[in-house]
């Protein structure tokens, strides 16, 4: 089992940058993969970016070319940078670590976007 701690979250406005960070209680190596889901309200969570063990990366359509997933297995950490944000990227924003067996959730962080 692993703890994984979402911060960065906040209040942006449209144009603007935030970056999330993804604490994880242990090491990372183990993962498969590791990444970020969101969910506005009302709306079914979907994936946003992964990044797998060996570092290949994968995004939503919707935020190629405007987010950008990386690791630092040395701080067990996971970010997400997140330029050129829009009102439609308004969510709570959870990190996951998916291993062979069980995929681990965060509590999530809230991002909001508007003027």
């Known amino acids: 089992q692993v703890q994984l701690v979402e911060s960065g979250g906040g209040l942006v406005q449209p144009g603007g940058s935030l970056r999330l960070s993804c604490a994880a209680s242990?090491?990372?190596?183990?993962?498969?993969?590791m990444g970020w889901h969101r969910q506005a309200p009302g709306k079914q969570r979907d994936l946003v970016a992964t990044i797998t063990s060996g570092g290949l990366t994968n995004y939503a359509t919707s935020v190629k070319g405007r987010f950008t997933i990386s690791r630092d297995n040395a701080e067990n950490t996971v970010y997400l940078q997140m330029n050129s944000l829009k009102p439609e990227d308004t969510a709570v924003y959870y990190c996951?670590?998916?291993?062979?067996?069980?995929?681990?959730w965060g509590q999530g962080t809230q991002v909001t976007v508007s003027s």
């Open positions: 996951y670590a998916r291993g062979v067996a069980v995929t681990n």
């Open positions: 242990r090491s990372i190596f183990s993962f498969n993969a």
